[in-house]
């Protein structure tokens, strides 16, 4: 058999059997949303995901962290000196209460699936299920590790649990897919190089004696100097780093006080230090604690700075985008792929991409014909669920297609 003629049949299988569990997928999809878990507590998920890959005759490993998993799918006679293609899905859920009309809408309270986990553990629980069946059929030529990563919403991320827990062993490449509400459903959005920024959180937090707001000279005014830390610090930062380094710190919460009358004796701000590259990055986070303590030097408050390491900018292998590009066209056809922009969110895959070449893809969720929809990390946020069987059929076909010269 020609390898042309290997590929055609390769491929329609697949899309066969992508439209052919479509309802099954949606159904577990709907399963683990109305069901979030966040980082490192998502046993049931993990349950549900290792059962549904059992059942397939799959194997799979719970990651030593206790959530989490990974799964190999090997073509008869397979030699893991010949590498593996590694996919990744993460599956944790955020901190954050559902508002939307879903039926199947989160029962665990302040939590929900609003980052799209829930849709790239279903896809690629999808993509397993297709591979089996490829592997059957004599139709799979690579090896392929599925990999299902827990807290990805945590710092440094859970990538870096399921590499110490041997995910990455033997892989010659590695994929994943990213909820994209700026990109219609049926395309993937792709570019070369840094897609996402390095992201740290930083807290600080400042004290001082206490006291009456009819005497502020007696003590230390905590809310003037939270304040200016507010204002006063990204026009710093950005005097200070290249601004093409695109440092940006924005505060997420401040506190202090219970009453109006009386200056408290301690306050705390808290929000995210993103950098598009790694230089800015650096130079930003030994800035912060320097430029803190310049700011509120004048408040005469005693002042604690906690710089938390994040995530480095995944970057993008050129290779990579092609193989995933090339997929995009084959299975979507010549309008499935459009170009994206770097982000400045943060992403734990990053991690991954710095050990094993390969590339992370945003996944279109926005419904044919509409305008805008919720984005990301946003209580509204609704994904259109026809985006699974695109997913599914793009990671399917990068996994079981060999390198060609020049991809």
Same mark, same amino acid.
């Given at each position: ?45 993990? /349950? ?19 959530? %989490? ?9 397979? /030699?893991?000196?010949?590498? !593996? ?17 879903? /039926? ?23 993509? &397993? ?8 059929? &004599?139709? !799979? ?24 827990? %041997?995910? !990455? ?29 390095? $992201? ?40 200070? $780093? ?14 202090? &006080? ?51 390491? =994040? ?12 193989? !995933? ?32 070449? =390969? ?31 695109? =997913? ?16």
């Amino acid at each position: 058999m020609s390898s042309t003629t290997s590929d055609a049949l390769r491929r329609a299988l697949i899309d066969r059997t992508a439209e052919a569990l479509t309802g099954q997928l949606v159904a577990f999809r709907r399963d683990i949303h109305a069901h979030p878990e966040i980082g490192h507590r998502e046993h049931r998920t993990t /349950d549900r995901i290792v059962s549904a890959l059992e059942q397939a005759g799959l194997v799979a490993k719970v990651l030593p962290v206790g959530t %989490g998993a990974y799964c190999d799918v090997l073509p008869q006679g397979f /030699d893991y000196a010949d590498g !593996l293609v590694g996919l990744r899905a993460d599956i944790d859920a955020l901190p954050i209460a559902e508002r939307t009309d879903l /039926d199947f809408a989160s029962v665990n309270p302040g939590v929900a699936h609003a980052c799209g986990h829930d849709v790239h553990t279903a896809i690629l629980l999808g993509v &397993g299920l297709t591979l089996s069946q490829l592997r059957d059929s &004599g139709l !799979l030529d690579r090896g392929v590790r599925l990999i299902f990563q827990p807290a990805e919403e945590t710092n440094p991320g859970g990538a870096v649990d399921a590499i110490e827990g %041997g995910v !990455l062993t033997d892989l010659s490449e590695v994929y994943a897919l990213h909820c994209d509400p700026r990109t219609e459903v049926g395309r993937i959005a792709l570019k070369s190089g840094p897609i996402t920024s390095a $992201v740290d959180q930083v807290k600080v937090t400042l004290t001082g004696t206490g006291g009456h707001t009819s005497r502020p000279h007696l003590t230390q005014d905590v809310v003037g100097a939270l304040g200016a830390l507010a204002t006063e610090m990204q026009l710093l930062l950005s005097r200070r $780093v290249d601004p093409r380094s695109g440092v940006s710190l924005m505060w997420g919460r401040i506190g202090a &006080g219970s009453v109006a009358n009386a200056i408290p004796s301690s306050g705390e701000i808290e929000g995210t230090l993103r950098a598009l590259d790694v230089p800015g990055w650096t130079l930003a986070k030994a800035l912060v604690p320097e430029l803190v303590a310049q700011v509120v030097a004048p408040f005469g408050v005693q002042v604690e700075v906690t710089v938390q390491d =994040g995530v480095p900018p995944a970057v993008n292998h050129v290779r990579g985008v092609r193989r !995933l590009t090339r997929a995009a066209e084959e299975m979507l056809g010549p309008h499935g792929v459009t170009a994206t922009e770097q982000s400045l969110g943060g992403e734990d895959f990053s991690w991954m991409l710095q050990q094993v070449p =390969g590339a992370l893809a945003r996944l279109g969720v926005r419904p044919v014909g509409a305008v805008s929809c919720p984005d990301i990390h946003q209580p509204a946020f609704v994904a259109d669920e026809a985006c699974i069987p695109v =997913g599914l059929k793009v990671l399917a076909d990068v996994a079981s297609s060999a390198e060609r010269p020049g991809i």
